[in-house]
């Protein structure tokens, strides 16, 4: 459907974007996931026609569409901050592009309400858009980028603005509408939590490039590099030089750890970050018994419902651990990763 | 309980001042003018009150404001336009030259059209050169299209400045979002930007409007004797025909119909959609890209520097060229570069109108304005202050203070004649009583110059000060004034370059012996003579390069992007 080729976009004189290529496909969901000024704001800008690529084209069904102008795209794309029209009422704004349409107005009408009844808002077709809440006028801005039917979806960061518990229930009714509605979409942010609970696709935008693109499940299991890991907070990073392969062994300054992860050739000498989950880790009393384990003290231990977030210290380095049971503050203990539950990844 | 009272008291201290002045000079005259108009229409002397006299003449003062209004309009919002979107060379300059003309006197644009345009100005004396004729072949001058083009030239920049400033802070977001709802650019206009700058749109041009409908001086030196504003009626019926009763009624008409317009005017100008339509930071300029917006920009940038270079950089350069044969000595035309016009200045020839030196009036002019500057800012601080201290009292009051810019100062120059001729007042206490008019014409500009700057420093930070162990003294010093200074200095620099040109109230107040420069210059340029017309020129170039400073002054020192009004 969507294909992005080789996109450039320098933001003041420094390269934003420095090639940038992936598709989407029907039905599917993108979610684009980087920092904040890592330029996929402007992918989505560039993808919408509201700019210029300096290089590389964009392609719908095998048709190049660089050039098309954004109002003849028929994309929909949800602003950060709605955009809503301030002096026009909910129903003339999901309205507005039904109407640029040339629909008549009885079809504009009907659809408007369809549109409205799928986020759940009618009944507020005559209030003003300054009258609604934050949630409301996020779906207020969702049924009017859906109602004209666009053949590509595009959300910017649409749940930014609002707090905690109610994106948490949002990303739910998001996917709900976005899965109903069988639409291309790509989806901008920067909270993981987004990208996970709606992306079919997942992709990581770094340093101007797609530093990996995956499913959730993959990107969870396997990050690309330590960047990765850190960015999606999938646990902590330890720095460690290959000590020898098969088995691979990396020495780090906690002590020697086994991996038996071998997603890649290393080379014996090469600096690599180990990735330690939380969940993983295996607390033992007394000292540690060869490879794998260490002796931490005890920072922190905060009850978290399900289980124990117990923060660690050995000397400057510190660690996230979750354990079923409470530790004691200042207490030291054996902490142990088996060799299978370890990622060697490639150092920033 | 004795701190909360001694509050109290200051508190209508704040209020005594400024509510004392108003009423003398102020709501006294409005009333002395109110009273004669009215028992002149109660006895209906056929004589005084002229019916359909009022009626043409608010007819063409109507007609006449609407047709600058829409004129200016059609040279502003592009410019609007040009000045919120895009960067070109010489883009600052252009901004600043065209803030000029609004605090130039008008005695001053007048001259300046009449050096471009008049019988002696450089556009007829070239067409003469060139094809060697013996009579000035353009009478634009004394004309309805003259006084359009004056108003025009004076008013273009509150619609740059107004509209201009809410276009580059309207969210591009909106109109982003419209394009991507399939809006082309012409419908994203239409059903996006102009609704949303709409309330500028009106409440500039119901500004401007307000200019034009009150012109005085511009009227009464470029529209001739066919065409009278109700400013010049007023005028004209007060100082010419001793008919005061029909000024009084004039005046009264112009006053309730100003003040409905400046109610309008407020009503419509206030922002309706907030924050949601602007945003807090200005879109980046660009430079024109496409071919249509390299000519448009190019058109535009001709248009304004023709409308507002042209007349200014003519009165300069006429008023040191002698093109003419001076009085007594036909035949011998000495073209050239002179300063003769500014040398006479500060002789006293018998050929002058006055008996007394021209630099007379400069040093009167230079007195009145430092005067009515101080009083007006007084006036302006103790009564922002005043306002801003009694929340919704202040609030109800406010108008109250701000209706001077409703009275026009021919007005205002009427109602003081009327009262301030009986004792203990007397025709010579008139000259002292300038600045007081002046500080009057100028207070609406410095309270909203003032009260905005003073409403927007958070009452926190003076509790903070306060809670250190500051008292209200040092709270003024170290809070409020610091954050004050520059809009003072701008509303200085205002009431200054105000009273300078003011030309209504002083056309009333200003005796023989004691002209101001603004009254000079008319009574230079309305005598025959060469030395006469290049003495209203080289006084109109000094008046001219005085308000120049003052408008880089008030532009250096305008807070970063605070618009005016």
């Known amino acids: ?19 940038i290529s992936f598709t989407v496909r029907e039905g599917e969901t ?10 996929k704001s402007t992918l989505l800008r560039i993808i919408a026609g509201l700019e210029e690529a300096e290089a590389g084209s964009l392609w719908w069904n095998g048709e190049e569409i660089s050039a098309v102008p954004a109002h003849k795209r028929g994309f929909g794309l949800m602003f950060q901050d709605y955009a809503l029209f301030p002096h026009r009422n909910v129903q003339a704004n999901v309205a507005f592009g039904l109407r640029m349409q040339g629909l008549p107005s009885a079809e504009v009408e009907a659809r408007t309400r369809a549109a409205l009844a799928m986020v759940r808002m009618d009944g507020f077709e005559g209030r003003a858009v300054a009258e609604l809440s934050g949630g409301e006028q996020q779906r207020v801005a969702l049924a009017r980028a859906l109602a004209p039917d666009p053949r590509l979806l595009m959300l910017d960061e649409p749940l930014g ?22 639409k291309p979409a790509i989806y901008v942010t920067h909270d993981r939590e987004e ?18 693109a995956g499913s959730t499940a993959e990107l969870f299991r396997h990050p690309v590099n330590a960047w990765a890991a850190g960015f999606l907070g999938l646990g902590s990073l330890l720095s460690g030089v290959v000590l020898s392969l098969a088995p691979l062994r990396v020495g780090t300054a906690l002590g020697v750890f086994r991996v038996s992860d071998c997603a890649r050739a290393w080379q014996p000498g090469e600096k690599v970050q180990l990735l330690l989950r939380p969940r993983e880790a295996r607390v033992f009393a007394g000292q540690p018994e060869g490879e794998n384990q260490f002796t931490a003290r005890v920072r ?3 009850f978290m419902g399900e289980n124990y977030q117990t923060e660690l210290r050995v000397d400057d380095y510190s660690l996230t651990i979750q354990t079923e049971l409470p530790l004691g503050v200042g207490a030291d203990l054996v902490v142990g990763f088996p060799p299978d539950k370890l990622s060697c990844l490639e150092a920033e | ?16 001042l400024p509510a004392a002045f108003l009423l003398v000079f102020f709501y006294q005259p409005l009333a002395a003018i109110l009273r004669l108009a009215f028992s002149a229409r109660l006895a209906g002397e056929g004589q005084s009150f002229q019916p359909a006299m009022v009626a043409e003449t608010f007819g063409f003062t109507l007609w006449q404001a609407l047709l600058s209004t829409l004129l200016t309009l059609g040279v502003g919002l592009p410019a609007a336009y040009l000045f919120s979107h895009f960067e070109f060379p010489g883009r600052k300059f252009l901004r600043l030259i065209t803030l000029l003309p609004f605090i130039l006197p008008t005695v001053v644009t007048a001259v300046c059209f009449n050096s471009l345009l008049g019988p002696r100005g450089w556009l007829n004396l070239g067409l003469m050169a060139l094809f060697n004729l013996s009579e000035p072949p353009v009478h634009i001058l004394d004309s309805l299209p003259a006084i359009l083009l004056a108003h025009v030239f004076y008013n273009s920049s509150l619609i740059i400045r107004i509209v201009g400033g809410a276009w580059s802070r309207l969210d591009r977001k909106l109109t982003q979002a419209a394009r991507m709802l399939g809006a082309d650019a012409w419908h994203t206009f239409w059903e996006l930007t102009l609704p949303l700058l709409l309330p500028a749109i009106g409440g500039a041009s119901l500004l401007v409007f307000l200019f034009d409908f009150t012109s005085f001086g511009v009227v009464l030196m470029l529209g001739g004797p066919r065409f009278a504003t109700l400013e010049v009626e007023i005028y004209t019926q007060a100082l010419y025909l001793f008919n005061l009763p029909l000024a009084g009624v004039l005046s009264v008409v112009q006053l309730a119909f100003t003040l409905l317009v400046a109610w309008l005017q407020n009503r419509v100008s206030l922002p309706r959609y907030g924050k949601a339509a602007m945003s807090s930071e200005r879109a980046n300029l660009r430079r024109p890209k496409t071919r249509a917006e390299k000519a448009f920009t190019l058109a535009v940038v001709i248009m304004l520097a023709a409308l507002t270079l042209l007349p200014l950089l003519s009165l300069v350069t006429r008023s040191v060229v002698s093109l003419e044969a001076d009085r007594g000595a036909r035949g011998e035309v000495q073209a050239g570069f002179t300063l003769r016009y500014y040398r006479e200045l500060f002789r006293n020839t018998s050929g002058s109108i006055f008996y007394v030196p021209p630099v007379t009036a400069v040093r009167n002019s230079l007195l009145y304005a430092g005067a009515a500057m101080l009083i007006a800012n007084l006036l302006g601080l103790l009564t922002s202050y ?29 109602g003081f004649v009327m009262v301030f001729r009986r004792p203990p007042w007397d025709a010579f206490s008139f000259p002292m009583l300038i600045p007081f008019a002046h500080a009057l014409v100028a207070l609406p500009l410095v309270l909203r110059t003032l009260l905005p700057t003073l409403r927007g420093i958070p009452d926190s930070l003076r509790q903070a000060a306060g809670t250190l162990g500051a008292g209200w003294a040092r709270v003024f010093r170290e809070v409020d004034l610091p954050v004050m200074l520059r809009s003072l200095l701008v509303s200085m620099v205002f009431a200054f370059t105000v009273s300078l040109g003011e030309f209504g109230a002083s056309s009333f107040l200003s005796t023989g012996q004691n002209p101001t420069i603004p009254v000079a210059i008319f009574r230079y340029i309305s005598q025959p003579g060469a030395l006469n017309y290049g003495q209203a020129l080289a006084m109109s170039t000094i008046l001219l390069l005085v308000c120049a400073a003052g408008s880089v002054l008030i532009e250096k020192a305008r807070l970063p992007g605070e618009e005016l009004f």
Do not use: N
């Open chain 1, 30 to 39: 993108v979610c684009l996931l980087g920092e904040s000024g890592s330029g």
């Open chain 1, 161 to 182: 603005a609002l707090d905690h518990a109610l994106r948490k229930q949002l990303i739910g009714e998001l996917r709900r509408i976005l899965h109903d509605s069988r």
């Open chain 1, 195 to 212: 990208a996970f609970g709606l992306a079919d696709t997942l992709m990581l935008l770094h340093g101007g490039r797609i530093a990996q």
């Open chain 2, 1 to 16: 309980m004795k701190a909360k009272r001694g509050k109290f008291w200051w508190k209508a201290l704040l209020w005594l």
């Open chain 2, 386 to 414: 005043a306002l801003q201290a009694s929340g919704r009292l202040g609030r109800w009051l406010e108008p109250l203070f701000i209706l001077p810019l409703g009275a026009s100062a021919v007005t205002l120059g009427l």
């Open chain 1, 1 to 19: 459907m969507l294909e992005i080729r080789d996109i450039h976009k320098s933001y003041e004189g420094k390269p934003l974007l420095e090639g």
């Open chain 1, 300 to 302: 922190d231990c905060l």
